[in-house]
Each structure stands twice: as structure tokens, then as C-alpha cells.
């Protein structure tokens, strides 16, 4: 690939000598999730041996509110889908599409973010807080990091869309929102994760 | 007013301790001195533009290096001052509550800010010097992997003077380290000490395994890498499986104390065994992530003083491997006493004595590549052949140890502790130093003194059987850890005497490696071959100390030891290989950024510690905004022109 930033100094056996710097930190990228990964399987392992332990307080049926959830996570879902058609339109080479289907993606996720602080806050207000419990401990944590996660996501994402306004669609950028999907891909992953074992398993 | 001041102050300050007046006078002195030599030479602007800043793999290995050795010094101190005690129980020279923060630190120092930095050093210096790359995949990340350590490790460091150190062991079990057991902020400094640390070994870990993968010279496949570089990807494969563990475990509780959670409290439904097998879900890995780049130095050791290849590489390859994976299924031997029952016993003994197997396999790998060689004793290559022995009676004994019925009657007694103590420094310790002392002239351009670094070796190894073997039998008689006195009648005096006489000859061998290291600084014994050992991996083919590009030309590998047989080539007759022409070499700039969002990060955890929002928030901010400085800076990189290319060749004596 001939661009600006000539990357001389990776390589990889086998090839020319040359190997493309955009593709390694791709490569790199990877191994964070799977480190990424790990974590929420620790805080998953951490909510599924707490989930009982509910210091004679209530547990998941009694404080989980379906309809609500059920909302978020379709919003994240589509999310998911206009990030993924972010990256179609990067692929067609056209900016405005790609700018446009970032800002719904921010967007939904913002809306997504918005419905979580509001059930986080009820919750808190009835007087269910990470104090009251183990089972309330794991569930704040465990839900909480994935927002967290989506917060910086939603953050990122917005300093990308600077960058594409200023520099345009260089395979920086370029590589810069294959990343950021990537990592909206995961935390869509991740919240079937919580939708399933927390919710679901919870009001069952 | 005054009154409130001097509350503050007595409370922030550690007071009431000779020993602690001591030190806080030594690290007044020592930081005015730091301070007037780098004004008095005006050295501000070089340490800045070429220590602080740089993002060159081998300054950040040299820092890593230094750093560590400071640590290795302090817990040193803390063993010593142990041993002291223990050798007169009745004298008090440490009262319990001070010994409970001496055995604390000195685990914490010696595992995480001594043998972690040490490792990582050797991994920053080697590694891209053995697969022929310019630097690690990604340079900014590895300068803010170092300066997150060294933060954290002073945040950590900094308790011992400043709110009192933690004191619930190394590995802080709650409930002791929960709010109710430990209220003081000693707790807290650990947590954010080990947690900031923790994050940028976990970055570590993520780029040389990129490196690794995707950085190898052109024609080094997989069954041509260099064995230490082997072995730095298994220890790697390790730290991205573990380190995550840490780091929620470390979440987990700081929460408990911070917002009152109860994930690991005796009340509200939490359950402190779960701390104890997440922390050792990392705990385990990150013993053998310590211990496999020692195999790696060992392997490249005894292959380059036998003058021969290495026996068994693949074996050697899948031992490793094998090592990394299977050290995530052994956690809960360190708590066969919980109760889990005899059928999870069973199946952690019989994983714990089966990866003793791949360990077994390496020593005899090593045994035959030294059988028939033609072996040179220089000081990499004693440590090496003292590290067989040590770590063959060492594993040994934790297979004695893995036996889940008998370690009912090893757990938490001295037995233990000798077994560990002789596993880590007889295999990691050791492994760092042997590693250090060969590769110290290919970054430093000069060779260590061999006849003070052979005293060194020796004080060292005799001391450390002194220190260790009676530690075996005094756990046997029923010592347990962690014990700062012990009554006469018990018959332990005599073996911890001789115990304490051990530690003090170790501490004399340390003495003699900084003196070994100043005599040769001064005496410059200067490497201009660039290949002062006739070793045979790539790193010995470049002058010393390497240059900042380290390969003129990027090398194209065909063999597995490829230097040495470009050598034996050439003694042949034969041509040595093509060299293409020069070109402008691509580099990452020097970047302020890292140094800066580490002061954050120690600021976060700091303000944290202490509750002190209105100091954690802005470094919060301060992390966020220079994430996003350097996200906004496009104008990272430069090339090096062929002329200087050519001129820095020269001058180390290269014709290109």
C-alpha cells in the first residue's frame, strides 16, 4: 500500500519487507478486546456467584423493569447495524455517508446511555444501591462498566468525527473507524451478554 | 488552627518510627542531591528530551532496568530487616504491626516493581534487537506502559512515608484488607500502586505480542525465532489472560472501600473466597509470566556458551507453550485448605503436577545442549548453571506441595515459603541476572568486570542455600509465615539464626554487582566487536551499544541461529550475504504525552487513596485530555536520512 505514512520500520516474514503500520494496530486492536473480553468475563463470573446473595433485600424479579430494557436494547442493536453501515459507506468512499451514520450511532447510543442513568437512578431513589447487597454490588458494577465502556465509545467516536471533518478519509482515519466499530461491535456483543444472564436469567 | 495543622500533618505523615525518620531524612537528601547535580551540570533539557520523552525501546528497557534495581534494593532492605528481627525474637526491633508492613512491601516490591520491570526491561532490550525490527509495534504505547509502572510503583512507594503502608500481605485477602479489618489508607495505596502498574504491564503484554507476530525480519518464520523471543510470547500470551483479572479484582475491592460495595465483606452477602480465587486466577499465570523469559535467557545462554545449538528447540517451544496455558488451570493449589472438597483438590493437584512436566522437559533440554559443547564459564553462563540445580530442588518441592492432602500440613508454613522463594529467585532472579550480564554490551557498548561479577555470583549462591535450605526444616518443625516472634522453647532459633546469616550474604552479593557495575563503568572495558560473547541470534550481528535505528538495513533471516551461521559462512570462505542499499529509516517522534498522563494517572490514584475528589477529578480530566492530544496529533513520525545512516555506521566502525 502506497501512502503517506510509509511504514518501513514493521514488517512481517515473508512479504516484501514491508508491512502496513494501519494493519498492525488493527492487530493490536484485537488483542486489547480479548483482553477486554476477560474483564467482563471476570465481572460476569463475579455477578453469576453473587446473584443470590441478596442480604434478605430484593433480587433481579423484584426491581427489574422488562419494558425499559427491552428498549435499550434494541437502540444498541441498531446502533450497531448504522456503525456497521458507517463502514459501507467508508468503503464506498463517500464522507457524508460516513459522518452521518456515525452521528446516529452516537446518537443511539447516547439515547442508550440516557435510559441506563435513568433506571440506574430509579433504582437508587427506591433506595437499591451497589451499598445494599452483593447481588446489587455485581449487578451496578457489571451493567455500570458496560455503560462506562459505551460512554468512551460515544466520546471516541465524537473525536473521530473531528478528525474526518479535518483530514478527510486517509488510511488513518481510515483504520480509525474500523476500530471504533469494532469496539461498538463488542459492547453490542457484550450487552446480549447482560441481556441474557442479567435480565433475562434475572426475571425468569 | 494551628492545632488542626498539626492533626493533618500527624495523620498524613507516618510518624513515631526511628526507623521511618530515618528514611524520610535519606529521601529528603537524596531528591535535593538528585536535583542540585541535574541543575549544577544542567542536565534538565537532556534528562527531558532524551530519557523522559523518548519512546527508543532500548532507553525505555534502561529505565525499566534502573528502576527495578532500586526496587530489588528496597525489598531487599525490608528482607534484611526481617531476617534481623527473626534472628533476635525477644529484641523488638520491629514491633508486629511494623513487621506486618515490612513482609507486605517487600512481596509486593519484589514481585510487581522488582521482577516485573527487570523482565520487562530485558524483553524492551531483546527482543526487537532478535527479530531484526526498528522497534516494538507500537513505541508511544510502550513509553506509557513504562511510566504507568514507575508511577505506580512511587505511588506505592510513597505509603511507607506518607498515610502508612498496607499491611494484609502481599496479596491483600479481605476481609483483613476491607475497610473493617484495615482503615487506614495503606490499603488504598496498594490498590492504585498495583492497579495503575498493573494496566501498563497489560499494555506491555499486547505489544510484543504484536511485535512478535507481525514485526519478524523478512524469513524468520516461526521455526526461526530466537528462543527468548519465544519465550517472551508465551509470557505475553499469559499477561493478556491474566492481567484483566487484576485489575477487576483490584476494582472490586477498592469499590467495597470506597462506596461500600460487598463483593468480598463478611456482611450483605459478599463472599471473601471469591477474592481469593480471582486474585490467584492472576496470581498463578503471573508467576510463570515471571518465570518463562528466565527459560528464554537460559535457552539463549547455554546455547551461545556451548557454542552449540540448542537441544530440543521444539520441545523447548511447546514446553513453554504448554507452560502458558496449563498456568491458568493450577490457581486454587495456593488455597487446598479452603475446603473446596476433595474432587476440585484433586483435579488442581493433578494440573499443578502435570505442568512440572514441560518445566522437567526444559532442564533436560538444557543438560544436552551443554553435553559435548565446548562451555565457557563468564557469568551469564554460572548463573545459568547455578539456576539448574536451585530450581530442580525447587520444583521439587512444589510438586511436594502439590500433593493436596500433604500441603495440609505445608500451607502458610516456612516450608512454603523456601519452596517460592527458591522457584523465584532460583529461577526468575537468577534468570534476570544471567539475561543482564549478556546483554548489558549490546546496550550499554561495554562488558561487565567478570572477576568481581564471579565473587558476586558466588556470595550470592552460597548465601542464598544459607538463607533458604533451613527455611525448609524450620517449616517442617511447624514455623508458619508472617510470624515476627517465637517463643525458645520451640527449638526454631538456631536455623533462623543461620537463616538470617544467608540473607545478609545475599545482601553482601548484591553490594558486590553495584560495585562490580561502578568499577566497570569506570574501567570501560569497551565491546567493539559487537559480539563479545560469539553468540548466535541477530542482536550480535549490529554494533554496540546498538544504534537508534538498530539495523542499517533490515536483515534477511535463513537459519534459526542466522547470525551464527552467517559467521561460520563467512570462516568458510564463504561470501556473507547481500545487503540491499540504504534507505531513509522510518521512525516514531519522541512524545511528552506518556510522561504527562502518567503524572495523571498518579494523581488519580493519589486523590483516590485519599478520598480527595477535588484531587482526583482533575487528574481524571488530565488522563482524558491527553488521550485525546494524542488521538489530535497526526505528525508522529520522521526519517532518518541515509547520510547519518552512514555516519553513525562509521563511527561504530561499520562499512556500509
Known sequence: MAHAHHPSFAHEGGHEGHHDLEELRKFGFWIFLITDCILFATLFATYLVLREHTAGGPGAKEIFEMPGVIVETFILLTSSFTSGLAVLALNAGSRKGLLGWLIVTILLGACFIAMEVTEFLKLVSEGHTIHSSAFLSGFFTLVGTHGLHVSLGICWITALIIQLTRHGITPVTQRKVHITSLYWHFLDAVWIFVFTFVYLMGVR | ?656
Not at chain 2, 230 to 248: D, E, G, K, M
Not at chain 2, 579 to 596: D, G, Q, T, V
Open chain 2, 1 to 656: 488552627m494551628i492545632d488542626s495543622i498539626k492533626d493533618f500533618v500527624s495523620w498524613f505523615f507516618v510518624t513515631g518510627d526511628p526507623l521511618i525518620y530515618g528514611a524520610d531524612v535519606s529521601i529528603v537528601l537524596t531528591t535535593v542531591a538528585i536535583i542540585f547535580v541535574l541543575t549544577y551540570f544542567g542536565k534538565w533539557g537532556w534528562l527531558w528530551r532524551e530519557w523522559l520523552t523518548t519512546v527508543d525501546h532500548k532507553r525505555v528497557g534502561i529505565m525499566y532496568i534502573i528502576a527495578s534495581l532500586l526496587m530489588l534494593f528496597r525489598g531487599g532492605v525490608d528482607a534484611l530487616l526481617m531476617r534481623t528481627q527473626l534472628a533476635f525474637p525477644d529484641m523488638k526491633f520491629l514491633s508486629p504491626e511494623h513487621y506486618n508492613e515490612v513482609f507486605t512491601t517487600h512481596g509486593v516490591e519484589m514481585i510487581l516493581f522488582m521482577a516485573m520491570p527487570l523482565m520487562f526491561g530485558l524483553f524492551n532490550i531483546a527482543v526487537p534487537l532478535q527479530l531484526g525490527a526498528r522497534d516494538v509495534a507500537f513505541p508511544f504505547l510502550n513509553s506509557l506502559s513504562f511510566w504507568l509502572f514507575f508511577m505506580g510503583a512511587m505511588l506505592f512507594n510513597m505509603s511507607f512515608v506518607i498515610g502508612g503502608s498496607a499491611n494484609a500481605g502481599w496479596l491483600s485477602y479481605p476481609p483483613l484488607s476491607e475497610l473493617t479489618g484495615s482503615p487506614s489508607v495503606g490499603e488504598d495505596f496498594y490498590i492504585w500502586g498495583v492497579q495503575i502498574s498493573g494496566i501498563g504491564s497489560l499494555m506491555t503484554g499486547i505489544n510484543f505480542i504484536v511485535t512478535i507476530v507481525k514485526m519478524r525480519a523478512p524469513g524468520m518464520t516461526w521455526s526461526k525465532v530466537p528462543i527468548f523471543t519465544w519465550s517472551v510470547f508465551s509470557s505475553c500470551i499469559a499477561i493478556i489472560v491474566a492481567f484483566p483479572v487484576l485489575t477487576v479484582t483490584l476494582a472490586l475491592l477498592f469499590l467495597d472501600r470506597f462506596l461500600g460495595a460487598h463483593f468480598f465483606t463478611m456482611d450483605g452477602g459478599g463472599n471473601a473466597m471469591m477474592y481469593v480465587n480471582l486474585i490467584w486466577m492472576w496470581g498463578h499465570p503471573e508467576v510463570y509470566i515471571i518465570v518463562l523469559p528466565a527459560f528464554g535467557v537460559f535457552s539463549e545462554v547455554v546455547a551461545a556458551f556451548s557454542r552449540k545449538r540448542l537441544f530440543g528447540y521444539a520441545s523447548m517451544v511447546f514446553a513453554m507453550l504448554s507452560i502458558s496455558f496449563l498456568a491458568y488451570f493450577t490457581w486454587l493449589h495456593h488455597f487446598f485448605t479452603m475446603g473446596s472438597g476433595a474432587d476440585v483438590n484433586l483435579f488442581f493437584a493433578i494440573t499443578t503436577m502435570i505442568i512440572a512436566i514441560p518445566t522437567g522437559v526444559k532442564i533436560f533440554n538444557w543438560l544436552f545442549t551443554m553435553y559435548r559443547g565446548r562451555i565457557s564459564f563468564e557469568t551469564p553462563m554460572l548463573w545459568t548453571l547455578g539456576f539448574i540445580p536451585c530450581f530442580v530442588v525447587g520444583g521439587m518441592t512444589g510438586v511436594m506441595l502439590s500433593a493436596a492432602p500433604a500441603d495440609f500440613q505445608f500451607h502458610n508454613s516456612y516450608f512454603l515459603i523456601a519452596h517460592f522463594h527458591q522457584v523465584l529467585i532460583g529461577g526468575a532472579v537468577f534468570g534476570y541476572f544471567a539475561g543482564l550480564y549478556y546483554w548489558w554490551p549490546k546496550i550499554f557498548g561495554f562488558k561487565l568486570n567478570e572477576t568481581i561479577g564471579k565473587w558476586a555470583f558466588w556470595i550470592w549462591n552460597i548465601g542464598f542455600y544459607v538463607c533458604f535450605m533451613p527455611q525448609y526444616f524450620v517449616g517442617l518443625d511447624g514455623m508458619t509465615r508472617r510470624l515476627s516472634s517465637y517463643g525458645w522453647d520451640r527449638g526454631w532459633w538456631a536455623m533462623n539464626f543461620t537463616s538470617t546469616i544467608g540473607g545478609f550474604l545475599m545482601g553482601l552479593g548484591f553490594l558486590f554487582q553495584v560495585w562490580q557495575i561502578a568499577h566497570s563503568i569506570k574501567f570501560m572495558e569497551k565491546d567493539t566487536t559487537g559480539d563479545p560473547w560469539g553468540a548466535r541470534t541477530l542482536e550480535w550481528s549490529i554494533p554496540s551499544p546498538a544504534p537508534l535505528y538498530n539495523f542499517a538495513t533490515v536483515p534477511v533471516v535463513t537459519d534459526r541461529d542466522d547470525w551464527w551461521e552467517e559467521k561460520e559462512r563467512i570462516a568458510a570462505g564463504k561470501a556473507p550475504k547481500a545487503k540491499p542499499a540504504l534507505e531513509p529509516i522510518h521512525m516514531p517522534k519522541n512524545s511528552s504525552i506518556p510522561f504527562i498522563q502518567a503524572i495523571c494517572w498518579f494523581t488519580v490514584g493519589f486523590g483516590l487513596v485519599f478520598h480527595w475528589l477535588w484531587i482526583a477529578i482533575p487528574g481524571f480530566i488530565g488522563i482524558a485530555a491527553t488521550m485525546l492530544a494524542h488521538s489530535f496529533n497526526y505528525d508522529t513520525d520522521y526519517y532518518i536520512p541515509v547520510d547519518e545512516i552512514k555516519r553513525t555506521e562509521a563511527e561504530a566502525g561499520r562499512i556500509v
